[in-house]
Structures are given as structure tokens and as C-alpha cells.
């Protein structure tokens, strides 16, 4: 299975400061098809996840503009611009490029 | 409004069944691929099964192969997960979600495996 690593697990932002989040895949997520199926999921305090990017870059529709994704083959970056108070929770990067799918161990974002 | 309701959850025994639905409303379910996700608690996610449109197609994680069924009715909008011979380390919250991208997410159900 194709292991997915972020960094940091934790991290205690200032409000209005940047944050970046990493995601590393043991393979290239690559598709055959030429796409790179790279998620980002939100999970706020006691919800379920919400998808925020999709196919590494493409921000999911509602998604404030602060969010943003990048990054090819085996490294993957999360930012958010300007840190506010709602976006405090869990961020999971997904794969769905090989079987099975598989996800990041999650980063806990916190305010400090 | 896409909407994904879980049900069926609760605590069992271990080795025992259960059976949780999904209720689909707010777009054409008969289009996509559905997928089960869990939770255990305090933990992250874990990608379980999915079944593409028409239920020809299913795919499990190791884990649960030979034990846990993925099912759909198209006439319902209804995705179904039947467990069963189930171990303590299924507890978790259950999500159904929409598609091969994961796009729409269920508030979840919770299943207890515990004696």
C-alpha cells in the first residue's frame, strides 16, 4: 500500500499567519490517465471531513481562496494563506491514485 | 442540496452483525461511485470499500475482505454496509462518501464492537 506521511503532525498557528502542511507519498501518485489524485480533507472539531482540494491543486467549490494546494509526484504541500479561527482541526491528505486508497496520519491545526 | 445520511449503527458483540445504510438525496446517486470510510476513535481515517454505479464492481480493504458486504440499491439511493464476524478493532465512526474523489461526506454512524 502506498504510504502517506505528513508534517508536521501538530501545528500552532498565530491568527492571520501562513501555514503549511506536507504530504509525502512513498510512490508517485501519477495516474496512468495523466492525472495525480491528491486530496486534502478538513475535519473541524466533531464534523465529519470536508474535501477542500482536489486532484492536487483544484480548490472544492465554497473553499475560501486562503487555501491552496500544490506540488507533483511524491511531495504535496497544504497552505493556508492567512490562518483564521475556523480553520482549526484536522487536515488529512488522501491518495487515490493506487490501490487501496490510502490517507496521511493527519495534522492537527491549533491557534496558539 | 447533496445530503448523506448514515444509519445503523450501536454496539454489538464481538462476532457479531450488523448492517448500516446510507441515504442519498440531492443528486443523481445512480452516477457515482459510493464509498464506506471509518474512524476509529481518536484516530484517522481508514478508507473500508466502495461499489461503482450499477454494484458490479467492489473493492475492500485487507482488513475487512470476508467479512464486510458493500451493497447498493439505485431504486432507493441507498448504500448499505453488512458486517459481520465483526472484532473489536471495527469500532469506529462509519462515514458513507460520494464519488471517486470523495467530494460529499455523511455525519457518520457509530458501531461498538465490546462485550
Known amino acids: 500500500d502506498v504510504v502517506m506521511t505528513q508534517s508536521p503532525l501538530s501545528l500552532p498557528v498565530t491568527l492571520g499567519q501562513p501555514a503549511s502542511i506536507s504530504c509525502r507519498s512513498s510512490?508517485?501518485?501519477?495516474?496512468?490517465?495523466?492525472?495525480?489524485?491528491l486530496f486534502w480533507f478538513q475535519q473541524r472539531p466533531g464534523q465529519s471531513p470536508r474535501r477542500l482540494i482536489y486532484?492536487?491543486?483544484n480548490r472544492d467549490s465554497g473553499v475560501p481562496d486562503r487555501f491552496s494546494g500544490s506540488g507533483s509526484g511524491t511531495d504535496f504541500t497544504l497552505k493556508i494563506s492567512r490562518v483564521e479561527a475556523e480553520d482549526v482541526g484536522v487536515y488529512y491528505c488522501?491518495?487515490?491514485?493506487?490501490?487501496?486508497?490510502?490517507f496521511g496520519q493527519g495534522t492537527k491545526v491549533e491557534i496558539k | 442540496e447533496v445530503h448523506l445520511v448514515e444509519s445503523g449503527g450501536g454496539l454489538v458483540q464481538p462476532g457479531g452483525s450488523l448492517r448500516l445504510s446510507c441515504a442519498a438525496s440531492?443528486?443523481?446517486?445512480?452516477?457515482?461511485?459510493m464509498s464506506w470510510v471509518r474512524q476509529a476513535p481518536g484516530k484517522g481515517l481508514e478508507w473500508v470499500a466502495n461499489?461503482?454505479?450499477?454494484?458490479?464492481?467492489?473493492n475492500y480493504v485487507d482488513s475487512v475482505k470476508g467479512r464486510f458486504t458493500i451493497s447498493r440499491d439505485n431504486a432507493k439511493n441507498s448504500l448499505y454496509l453488512q458486517m459481520n464476524s465483526l472484532r473489536a478493532e471495527d469500532t469506529a465512526v462509519y462515514y458513507c462518501?460520494?464519488?471517486?474523489?470523495?467530494?460529499?461526506w455523511g455525519q457518520g454512524t457509530l458501531v461498538t464492537v465490546s462485550s
Open positions: 510512490q508517485s501518485l501519477v495516474h496512468s490517465d495523466g492525472n495525480t489524485y
Open positions: 488522501m491518495q487515490g491514485t493506487h490501490w487501496p486508497p490510502t
Open positions: 461499489i461503482n454505479q450499477d454494484g458490479s464492481e467492489k
Open positions: 486532484n492536487v491543486s
Open positions: 440531492g443528486f443523481t446517486f445512480s452516477t457515482y461511485w
Open positions: 462518501a460520494r464519488g471517486s474523489g470523495y467530494s460529499w
